[in-house]
């Protein structure tokens, strides 16, 4: 009922910029918070940045100053600047939704995109 599509990954060199998209889509009744995770090679997935829908954000210490998150809350998307790139930032990405869809009734559920790849090089 609801998909998460992210976009703007890619390959850059150390102290470059890639700004993430993520578009949510279907019969959404409500987004909540919306986030961006990233999994590098052999570690666990960590949280990178999120945002509420009034528009409060929370980073990773790892990041702050450097990565911006923000929303448009009517398109259902969420975007992640990325500024002063490090090699450490090499990693998947994944956009997160908590959100409320119709499915005959409502229901809240935590949704995922499909991950989209950064690689910074040094």
């Known amino acids: 009922q609801v998909q998460l599509v992210e976009s703007g990954g890619g390959l850059v060199q150390a102290g470059g910029s890639l700004r993430l998209s993520c578009a949510a889509s279907?019969?959404?009744?409500?987004?909540?918070?919306m986030g961006w995770y990233r999994q590098a090679p052999g570690k666990r997935r960590e949280l990178v940045a999120t945002i509420t829908s009034g528009g409060s954000a929370n980073y990773a210490d790892s990041v702050k100053g450097r990565f911006t998150i923000s929303r448009d809350n009517a398109k259902n998307t969420v975007y992640l600047q990325m500024n002063s790139l490090k090699p450490e930032d090499t990693a998947v990405y994944y956009c997160?939704?908590?959100?409320?869809?119709?499915?005959?009734?409502?229901?809240?559920?935590?949704?995922w995109g499909q991950g989209t790849q950064v690689t910074v090089s040094s």
């Open positions: 997160n939704a908590d959100l409320t869809y119709y499915s005959g009734s409502l229901y809240a559920s935590d949704y």
């Open positions: 279907g019969r959404i009744f409500r987004i909540n918070t």
